[in-house]
């Protein structure tokens, strides 16, 4: 974002010209005119907040703009821990733009969240994370199911209450929950067990935990919960991955799906949700049908070492992708994992990838907000930090607008045109203060 530049101060020769000008304007009364038109005003400059405070620590009101420093070297380690030392401030104008465009589809910017903490913790920083963002609401709320047993899977007890509290207080918020799709999700379980399992899955084996889950969020109130299942499935990470038997796990997805839509009074959308590239099996190869998803996301983190955003839009199975296999089954986009990782603070992907989510308008996407991969509550990212600040900074949804009545029209004085009328050419400050050009008739002397 280019510097804010101040408007030179008029020299006194010219402030006398003005005056002189002002006071043959008052005392000629009618014959002299001000045409109209908006006089430029300098916006003020004043010092930005500390970027990557902690959650605790109140910001101040003025806004930030983003750093134009390059991006940073790759760094192969990053440490996880808090911030503890603050960005020193740098001068940066008071006042950004408030209000995005709106977007040809009339949304306005994207619903946007960010994942802070898995329990109520998260909850609780989502109204400072708003606040170190100038006020700027976050409409979506995102967590996950722990998945060491089923018994977690089916949605502890107290868990998901604050949550579901938070989705309540406002019909336009959103609840995304991730929820594994078997226990020891984490425990490197081999292949040839997860196969074997994928295979009982298939069967039905699993339903009635799913059915519990569902019946627990529908208990809670927020039955239009977005699931996103199985996340990460085209990986290795996950005991719920895919390509162990990918048609079993398709088999499954649609097992599960049914199941919770079964319940009465639910109104759940599933998020099927890759990582971007080709991991372990093309994620194209899992897709379980249009019938049983709703939503099509991608978790897509600044990785490998060395990639440039680019070629994360340009990769096989990649960004660009992603959105053109959704637009070819007719479903939204989402992404319910994003952020910094191999190549440090690296700020032209935060600027790209906040540049690509205005103008793919995701149905929703949430910040991954910790170490390596945050801003907020990572220290270690400053730079990103202020691009990420600067670009959600007091956003606001446009109103829709309101038709007025159309008021009966009365008698105007007759306009006159520039060649009948000489605008002397005075400082943008001075037409600021008179409210619009000066405007002096030749005929003005012979009336008066």
């Known amino acids: 974002m280019a510097p804010h530049l101040r408007k030179a101060r008029p020299g006194p020769s010219a402030v006398i010209a003005a005056a002189a000008i002002a006071a043959l304007a008052l005392a000629i009364g009618p014959g002299l005119t001000v045409s109209p038109g908006a006089a430029r005003a300098a916006a003020p400059h004043a010092p930005v907040p500390t970027a990557g405070t902690t959650p605790t620590t109140p910001a101040t009101s003025a806004a930030p703009e983003a750093s134009e420093a390059p991006s940073a070297a790759p760094s192969p380690t990053i440490p996880a821990v808090r911030p503890t030392a603050a960005v020193p401030p740098v001068p940066l104008p008071a006042t950004p733009s408030q209000t995005l465009t709106p977007s040809p589809s009339g949304r306005g910017f994207p619903p946007f969240g960010a994942f802070l903490d898995s329990g109520s913790r998260g909850v609780a920083r989502m109204a400072d994370l ?6 700027t609401e976050l409409k979506v709320a995102h967590t996950y199911l722990p998945g060491e047993r ?17 989705r309540r207080r406002q019909a336009d918020r959103t609840l995304v929950l991730n929820v594994p799709m078997q226990e020891r999700n984490e425990e490197d379980v081999p292949d040839s067990e997860v196969r074997l399992l994928l295979g009982q899955a298939a069967a039905g084996a699993f339903d009635h935990h799913f059915r519990a889950l569902a019946e627990r969020l529908v208990e809670l109130k927020v039955p239009d919960t977005v699931i996103v299942l199985g996340w990460e499935m085209n990986g290795t990470t996950y005991t719920h991955r895919c390509a162990p038997d990918p048609q079993a796990w398709k088999t499954y997805w649609k097992r599960i799906v049914t199941t919770m839509r079964s319940v009465p009074g639910q109104s759940f959308r599933f998020d099927f949700t890759p990582s971007r590239g080709l991991d372990a099996v093309p994620w194209t190869e899992c897709y379980p049908g249009d019938d049983v998803v709703d939503i099509i996301g991608m978790d897509s983190y600044d990785q490998p070492s060395g990639m440039s955003f680019d070629e994360q839009v340009k990769e096989p199975f990649g960004l660009q992708q992603h959105v053109d296999f959704a637009r070819s089954h007719g479903k939204p986009i989402s992404y319910p994992e994003w952020g910094l990782f191999r190549n440090g603070d690296n700020t032209e992907y935060m600027r790209r990838m906040l540049a690509w989510i205005d103008e793919h308008e995701p149905l929703y996407n949430t910040l991954t907000d910790y170490c390596p991969h945050g801003v907020w509550q990572c220290s270690a990212n400053p730079l990103s930090a202020r691009i990420y600040r600067a670009a959600l900074y007091a956003r606001t949804e446009q109103p829709a607008a309101t038709p007025s009545p159309t008021p009966t029209p009365e008698p105007v004085p007759a306009q006159m045109s520039p060649a009948d009328c000489p605008q002397p050419d005075l400082e943008d400050w001075f037409d600021y203060w008179l409210g619009g050009k000066l405007c002096i008739p030749f005929d003005w002397w012979s009336e008066n």
């Open 130 to 135: 708003s606040h170190w963002l100038g006020g």
């Open 150 to 166: 089923w018994s977690d899977i089916e949605g502890p007890p107290g868990f998901l209450d604050a949550w579901a509290d938070w």
